[in-house]
């Protein structure tokens, strides 16, 4: 059976009913699936109920209503099969949409995975999207939402594009002109809405001397270079609406800046994906930019508003959604400050801060990431944040940059290592990993994963992973 063959039983299946419970994930890939899902449903005729979840566990199970209706788990569900089965749900009444890790139960439910399939570099939203086309061919419009969901899970990241069936997904949406790749664009965030100097400081991967967070050094570097920055009414361009030539200009003067200073020029380029159908300087511009508005949703509590927009609500919605992003950033800088005035405790391989219940847990990955392209990149940042729900546990937030990676530093294996010792749990990706841990053992926690990360280089040094 391949993943097309288990879409199409999935489909089936869920077609077969009359009510149907969608239960996802509050971030972007959750969102998209979830989206994707009920819309597909909607148009075949099925009206869906849609929970969402931040993650699937005994506390959060009560919010799956206790009903007749079909229950479909996207983004989740595959990993706490043990938890369905103990609430009692049987093998008829479930469909799974996930890419996470399966862990067996007692109960085989009716599951679409792409890491069943050896396809490690596909999010929950392209998975969802193979169901609906399956349900309908003319669903082929919903891969913008796959595409989305792919790359808001950093399904991009590491290959400067999307690989696999998640990247024949925006290809079939390119031939069906609802999405443009561009390959070998610039590969920074803000490409649509960003005046170009600005997009550029904030770019840290790959990081150039003298633009990276520097706004007054990116602008005196576009100046030199002789191109039209502003348009004639004063306001400032973005990438996306340079001219070809321009383009050129600035990408190859930027690969010049960075091979002066002995750096590889290959992560300056990635593969983008934009939608020609949306207003142009907007966020619902491009792949990225879309993902980090349904996160600011997600994060802020209000998916249902990233699910109206993703379904097409571009007016009460989007309206909405455009303040929680402003909020959203705004909390995100002060965050940055409250790093950065405070300063960090650096201990041999990490710097880390505790920012106690000053900022809410769902965004402190995203500040600590910022706050390392200030501080020492060489050595991995380490935030840590009080649970709202719960003090007696902390949130862990790790980042590192991609030249760390390449000296075998691998953040999701220090974390789960050190927080299984303390009973927490942990996981991410190598760049950027996350764990829980009991508060009363921050202190030997933060020690720990100093020792691993020691051991990591050690290791990569003497030449074998
Ligand atoms: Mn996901």
């Given at each position: 059976m391949s993943l097309c063959d288990d879409a199409r039983s999935?489909?089936?299946?869920?077609?077969?009913?009359?009510?149907?419970?969608?239960?996802?994930?509050i971030d972007a890939d959750g969102i998209a699936s979830e989206a994707i899902l009920s819309e597909a449903l909607s148009r075949a005729g099925i009206r869906p109920r849609s929970v969402y979840v931040r993650q699937l566990e005994p506390?959060?199970?009560?919010?799956?209503?206790?009903?007749?209706?079909?229950?479909?788990?996207?983004?989740?569900?595959?990993?706490?099969?043990?938890?369905?089965?103990?609430?009692?749900?049987?093998?008829?009444?479930?469909?799974i949409v996930d890419h996470h890790v399966s862990q067996p139960a007692e109960r085989s439910y009716l599951q679409v995975n792409c890491l069943h399939h050896g396809f490690s570099k596909m999010?929950?939203?392209?998975?969802?999207?193979?169901?609906?086309?399956?349900?309908?061919?003319?669903?082929?419009?919903?891969?913008?939402?796959?595409?989305?969901?792919?790359?808001?899970?950093?399904?991009?990241?590491?290959d400067c594009g999307l690989v696999g069936p998640a990247r024949e997904i925006a290809l079939e949406g390119a031939a069906a002109g609802c999405i443009e790749v561009i390959s070998r664009d610039l590969n920074c965030y803000g490409t649509s809405t960003r005046p170009l100097h600005v997009c550029l400081a904030y770019n840290d991967d790959p990081y150039i001397a003298g633009i990276t967070n520097n706004v007054n050094g990116a602008l005196?570097?576009?100046?030199?270079?002789?191109?039209?920055?502003?348009?004639?009414?004063?306001?400032?361009r973005v990438w996306e609406e340079l001219l070809p030539e321009d383009k050129r200009l600035v990408t190859s003067s930027l690969v010049q800046q960075l091979i002066s200073c002995g750096e590889r020029a290959d992560r300056l380029f990635s593969e983008s994906y934009l939608f020609p159908g949306e207003v142009a300087r907007t966020p619902l511009r491009n792949a990225q930019e879309f993902a980090t508005l349904l996160n600011a949703c997600g994060?802020?509590?209000?998916?249902?508003?990233?699910?109206?927009?993703?379904?097409?609500?571009?007016g009460p919605a989007f309206r909405e959604a455009e303040h929680m992003l402003n909020n959203h950033r705004a909390v995100i800088r002060e965050l940055l400050e409250y790093i950065l005035d405070t300063g960090v405790e650096e201990l041999s391989?990490?710097?880390?801060?505790?920012?106690?219940?000053?900022?809410?847990?769902?965004?402190?990955?995203?500040?600590?990431?910022?706050?390392?392209?200030?501080?020492?990149?060489?050595?991995?940042i380490l935030v840590m944040v009080e649970q709202p729900e719960d003090p007696c546990l902390t949130k862990v937030s790790m980042r590192t940059t991609e030249r760390a990676v390449g000296r075998g530093i691998d953040l999701q294996q220090a974390l789960t290592t050190a927080s299984a010792e303390v009973?927490?749990?942990?996981?991410?990706?190598?760049?950027?990993?996350?764990?829980?841990?009991?508060?009363?053992?921050?202190?030997?926690?933060?020690?720990?994963?100093?020792?691993?990360?020691?051991?990591?280089l050690c290791a990569e040094g003497q030449g074998h992973r």
């Open positions: 999935a489909a089936r299946e869920v077609l077969s009913h009359d009510e149907v419970t969608i239960v996802s994930h506390m959060t199970m009560r919010q799956v209503p206790q009903d007749d209706t079909f229950k479909v788990f996207c983004d989740l569900g595959a990993g706490q099969q043990n938890l369905l089965v103990e609430r009692g749900l049987r093998e008829d009444e479930v469909l999010s929950a939203a392209g998975v969802a999207y193979l169901v609906a086309r399956e349900m309908d061919p003319g669903n082929v419009d919903l891969s913008r939402l796959a595409v989305v969901g792919n790359v808001g899970d950093m399904m991009a990241r590491e005196r570097f576009l100046q030199k270079l002789g191109i039209e920055l502003q348009t004639p009414d004063k306001r400032w994060r802020w509590t209000r998916p249902s508003v990233a699910s109206a927009i993703c379904r097409g609500d571009r391989h990490l710097q880390w801060i505790h920012v106690g219940n000053r900022y809410p847990d769902t965004i402190v990955g995203i500040g600590a990431g910022m706050a390392l392209s200030r501080l020492n990149m060489d050595k991995p009973g927490g749990a942990g996981g991410g990706h190598r760049i950027a990993a996350g764990a829980f841990i009991p508060k009363e053992s921050e202190e030997y926690f933060v020690k720990r994963v100093n020792q691993i990360i020691a051991g990591q």
